[in-house]
């Protein structure tokens, strides 16, 4: 189980964790917004420390009801952020988390960004998958329906790990004949999805290893958690470092998460208990 990113093998034989940064004033999670050089550099060079394999950089919030930015801001957002990482930290992989094939343009062109995770899978801009074949960079392909304003007026399913596995393998399908190899598939937890359908997912995530990519569990102090155990976001570690490991249980071989210390420790303990 390897990815290419930058011309590099990846090996995700061993599960590793993405970690979140957004350069947002309006992500779901505050003490996950960073907008100035201080504490963007603080913050990467704590998770550099406690061990992320890959930076996840986010300049558009995607939480349900989230306001538009425009391609431009987003751009913008991006831009500064990059200039500080990656003088800072060359050596470190980083993603971008954007939908739109514009935006994927230019943080790779500029700025050699490695992968670009697409919360829409290619569904909110058509010139997403030619682009990434263009670039030849790794890819997330994750599920959703509707966008990050109304998606939570999708949730209709008649089984949603089956729903969210054909559409993985279609658009998987349509990335390899583009000539794109290096997919990694995320069933999308929260979006368009209800705190039901979230855990049938999650309970079910081991049928998505016949997609034969590597997977991508996104459940970071999440709703799920949260509106479960009627607490806020802030109290969410807890109940986010048990649902990563039964993600783990379940064929996840990337944790996408705020916290990386614990997600790395979960890591650790889930390979010692696997290897007992």
Request: aromatic share 8%.
């Amino acid at each position: 189980m390897q990815i290419k990113i930058n011309d590099r093998l990846a090996d995700l034989s061993v599960p590793r964790v993405m970690g979140i940064v957004n350069v947002t004033p309006d992500s779901f999670y505050p003490a996950s917004r960073y907008q100035k050089e201080k504490s963007i550099i603080h913050v990467v060079e704590k998770m550099i420390q406690d061990g992320v394999f890959i930076l996840d950089l986010g300049a558009y919030s995607t939480r349900p009801g989230a306001e538009a930015v425009s391609a431009a801001e987003e751009i913008e957002r991006l831009s500064y952020a990059l200039e500080i990482i990656v003088k800072r930290f060359p050596d470190l992989p980083v993603s971008v988390d954007t939908y739109r094939a514009q935006v994927a343009r230019h943080v790779v062109t500029e700025f050699g960004v490695g992968m670009i995770n697409d919360v829409s899978g290619g569904t909110l801009d058509a010139e997403m998958f030619e682009t990434i074949a263009d670039l030849q960079v790794a890819y997330v392909l994750m599920h959703m329906r509707g966008t990050p304003q109304d998606m939570q007026t999708y949730t209709e399913y008649e089984n949603i790990t089956s729903e969210v596995l054909g559409f993985l393998q279609k658009r998987i399908a349509q990335l390899h004949l583009l000539g794109v190899n290096d997919v990694i598939a995320d069933p999308g937890f929260g979006f368009a999805k209800t705190t039901e359908q979230n855990f049938r997912l999650l309970r079910e995530m081991h049928y998505l290893k016949e997609l034969n990519v590597p997977l991508l569990a996104g459940m970071s102090r999440k709703s799920m958690i949260y509106k479960t155990l009627g607490i806020e976001a802030t109290e969410a570690l807890n109940g986010t470092t048990a649902l990563n490991m039964l993600a783990l249980l379940n064929g996840a071989a990337i944790l996408r998460v705020h916290d990386v210390k614990e997600a790395v420790e979960t890591i650790k303990l889930f390979t010692q208990y696997l290897n007992a």
